[in-house]
Nanobody, 124 residues
Framework: QVQLAESGGGSVQAGVSLRLSCASSRSIVTYCMTWFRQAPGKEREAVASTDRYLTTNYAESVKGRFTISKDNIKKILWLEMTSLKPEDTAMYYC???????????????????WGQGTQVTVSS
C-alpha cells in the first residue's frame, strides 16, 4: 500500500504562484506519478506526470506555467504552478501508478493510489 498526502493548496489571486506537495509513504522512484485536477461538474483530468526516467508530460492548458518534479530521497512530488488563472480552480490530486512509465493517456482508472486532494481556488 502507498499512502499519498497532498498539501499546499489555497485561495489566491490570478497571476500568482503556488507549489503543491505530495508526500508518499513509500519510494516513488519507479512509479509513474501524476497530478490530476477536478473542477466542480467536470471530469478529473491529468495535469502533469513524471516517471522513472524523469520524462514529463503536461496538459496543453498548463504547459509553460506548471512544472512537475520529485525528490526520490524525500519521497515527495511537487507541482509548481505559476501565472495561475481562474480556470485552474479545482481540487488537485496526486496519483501513483506502479509502472516505470506513464500511459500515453493518463486516465484516472489506470492509477493505483490516490491522495485525498488539496483545493486550489484562483480568483480574478
Amino acid at each position: 500500500q502507498v499512502q499519498l498526502a497532498e498539501s499546499g493548496g489555497g485561495s489566491v489571486q490570478a497571476g500568482v504562484s503556488l507549489r503543491l506537495s505530495c508526500a508518499s509513504s513509500r519510494s516513488i522512484v519507479t512509479y509513474c506519478m501524476t497530478w490530476f485536477r477536478q473542477a466542480p461538474g467536470k471530469e478529473r483530468e491529468a495535469v502533469a506526470s513524471t516517471d522513472r526516467y524523469l520524462t514529463t508530460n503536461y496538459a496543453e492548458s498548463v504547459k509553460g506555467r506548471f512544472t512537475i518534479s520529485k525528490d526520490n530521497i524525500k519521497k515527495i512530488l511537487w507541482l509548481e504552478m505559476t501565472s495561475l488563472k481562474p480556470e485552474d480552480t479545482a481540487m488537485y490530486y496526486c496519483a501513483a501508478r506502479t509502472t516505470w512509465t506513464c500511459p500515453a493517456v493518463s486516465r484516472p482508472d489506470l492509477y493505483n493510489y490516490w491522495g485525498q486532494g488539496t483545493q486550489v481556488t484562483v480568483s480574478s
